[in-house]
């Protein structure tokens, strides 16, 4: 990884709509897929993401948008699962690892505490997060769209959300 002056995210035909997108302000999640243990398409890939989604319905669906270049999105293709967790405050560093805006020596994984599940890594002191399986996939703008049902949800205490304004991370008093 090599550290820029300048935001590596940048690109002048995406400002004003990752500006407008900034201001709406978004949770940060995390979304992992494939094997700890495993190699080649079974390795671990993460991926922070602020644009998603929750629909309600029989099954719940979480819809999240990636780059359909990303190792997440390679993953989820090829395995179909996936898990994502809600952040809370004290993972914003995590959240820059997995962005890839932050060095991640011997990579993003080994800088928390993971379980291996059916669906894929889970991030351990996450209390909110739930299991998911690929329902479809479709090209939207940039982005990578997966829908996915929620196949388990467990919701756990949301004292400090991270969230992610205006390319800055915030948290806020769970009575605000």
Not at 40 to 49: F, I
Not at 89 to 112: E, S
Not at 135 to 157: F, H, K, M, Y
């Amino acid at each position: 990884m090599t550290i820029h002056a300048e935001h590596p995210f940048i690109d002048p035909e995406r400002v004003l709509g990752r500006q407008l997108r900034g201001r709406l302000g978004n949770r940060v999640s995390l979304w992992c897929a494939g094997d700890l243990a495993g190699t080649g398409n079974e390795r671990p890939a993460g991926l922070t993401v602020s644009s998603c989604l929750v629909v309600p319905g029989e099954p719940w669906r979480v819809v999240g948008f990636v780059d359909p270049a990303s190792d997440l999105a390679a993953a989820i293709e090829h395995t179909g699962r996936a898990t994502v967790a809600l952040l809370e405050w004290q993972h914003r560093g995590l959240a820059d690892m997995f962005g890839g805006i932050a060095p991640a020596p011997g990579g993003a994984f080994r800088h928390g505490e993971f379980t291996q599940t059916a669906h894929g890594p889970r991030l351990v002191d996450a209390t909110t997060w739930a299991a998911l399986e690929l329902e479809s996939t479709d090209e939207v703008g940039w982005n990578l769209q997966l829908t996915c049902r929620a196949v388990d949800i467990a919701i756990g205490p949301d004292e400090n959300p991270l969230h992610h304004t205006r390319g800055r991370y915030r948290t806020f008093d769970a009575a605000d």
